[in-house]
C-alpha cells in the first residue's frame, strides 16, 4: 500500500468529526477478515484487498483535504501512478514475473 497507493497514508489526517469516526470504524471492520486470511493475492500489482475499503478512505480523504490537497500528497499520487506503472509495465509487457528479478539474464 505504501508503494502502489501512498495517498491511502494521508487519509490518517481525518480525525475530527463523528463522521471521520463512523469512517474509521468501518475500514477496520472491513479490512480485519482481509487481513486475517494471509492472502496477497496471484496475479496483480499492489495489496488488492485494500480495495474493499477503498471507497471510504476516498471519504476520509475528502475529510482531511477538504478545500485543496497538500504538495505533498500531490506527489503522492504521482509517485504510486508511476509506481503502479512500472509494476503493470513489468508485468504485462517486460513479462519479468515469469523470468524473475528485473534485470536478470
Not at 485494500?50 to 477538504?66: S, T
Not at 504510486?80 to 517486460?94: F, K, N
Request: proline letters at 4%; zero cysteines.
Amino acid at each position: 500500500i505504501a508503494l502502489a497507493a501512498p495517498i491511502y497514508l494521508f487519509a490518517i489526517r481525518a480525525r475530527t468529526g463523528r463522521l471521520a469516526a463512523v469512517a474509521w470504524l468501518a475500514v477496520v471492520l472491513v479490512m480485519l477478515p482481509n487481513l486475517a486470511h494471509g492472502s496477497w493475492g496471484f496475479w496483480q500489482f499492489g495489496y488488492r484487498f485494500i480495495l474493499d475499503a477503498a471507497h471510504v478512505l476516498l471519504l476520509l480523504l475528502g475529510i482531511a483535504y477538504r478545500d485543496r490537497i497538500g504538495t505533498i500528497a500531490q506527489a503522492a499520487v504521482v509517485f504510486g501512478a508511476a509506481v503502479t506503472g512500472y509494476g503493470l509495465w513489468a508485468m504485462e509487457i517486460a513479462d519479468f514475473v515469469d523470468r524473475g528479478l528485473p534485470f536478470a539474464p
